[in-house]
T-cell receptor
Framework: AQSVAQPEDQVNVAEGNPLTVKCTYS??????LFWYVQYPNRGLQFLLK??????LVKGSYGFEAEFNKSQTSFHLKKPSALVSDSALYFC??????????????FGQGTTLQVKP | EAQVTQNPRYLITVTGKKLTVTCSQN?????MSWYRQDPGLGLRQIYY???????DKGDVPEGYKVSRKEKRNFPLILESPSPNQTSLYFC????????????FGPGTRLTVT
């Protein structure tokens, strides 16, 4: 079965330190991978995506993610965390197959807490 | 302003009383989708639509219906709501399928008693 796992419910980091939010996936074929962020009482906002090409993808607000095919991972990173980055982060993958072109599978989410 | 709107934002209803949550986008997007968000489960896709009159099931379609008669609207219908459909619902749209970023609505918090 196709799935996405975010192994950490919560990540705590001090402001100014680098942050990593982990995501691993299990889909057949080549994945389309996404990161979204949800601030309190808001809808989700797109951060970045990997479709093809360079394994290092740069996105909004200084975030980046690295696609690692051998480890089936797509970890979200930022060199220097801000308190305003505190939010709920979701990894998502598009299911493979011509009958699944519109299906998107989300991980359970990781709460990022950045302390001053 | 480009946006996805949902109505109502909050709804408390009783078991079995049919309801519709509306979703509208003003970006001429082809793709629209409905998700539900539950604690510890992330977002789960209910239905999606690749274009007008084209809809398909997501992971959790049971108990829900959708229609796509116009490009801008994608209502979610609960014919006979049950307490296990108490959740936070999000509508989203994108230019054309999942190679494009999705724009999400503000959410509808539904409680079924």
């Amino acid at each position: 079965a196709q799935s996405v796992a975010q192994p950490e419910d919560q990540v705590n980091v001090a402001e100014g330190n680098p942050l990593t939010v982990k995501c691993t996936y299990s889909v057949s074929g080549n994945p389309y991978l996404f990161w979204y962020v949800q601030y309190p009482n808001r809808g989700l906002q797109f951060l970045l995506k990997y479709i093809t090409g360079d394994n290092l993808v740069k996105g909004s607000y200084g975030f980046e993610a690295e696609f690692n095919k051998s480890q089936t991972s797509f970890h979200l990173k930022k060199p220097s965390a801000l308190v305003s980055d505190s939010a709920l982060y979701f990894c998502a993958v598009r299911a493979h197959g011509s009958s699944n072109t519109g299906k998107l599978i989300f991980g359970q989410g990781t709460t990022l807490q950045v302390k001053p | 302003e480009a946006q996805v709107t949902q109505n109502p934002r909050y709804l408390i209803t009783v078991t079995g009383k049919k309801l519709t949550v509306t979703c509208s986008q003003n970006m001429n997007h082809e793709y629209m989708s409905w998700y539900r968000q539950d604690p510890g489960l992330g977002l789960r896709q209910i239905y999606y639509s690749m274009n007008v009159e084209v809809t398909d099931k997501g992971d959790v379609p049971e108990g829900y219906k959708v229609s796509r008669k116009e490009k801008r609207n994608f209502p979610l219908i609960l014919e006979s709501p049950s307490p296990n459909q108490t959740s936070l619902y999000f509508c989203a749209s994108s230019l054309g399928g999942l190679t494009y970023e999705q724009y999400f609505g503000p959410g509808t918090r539904l409680t079924v008693t």
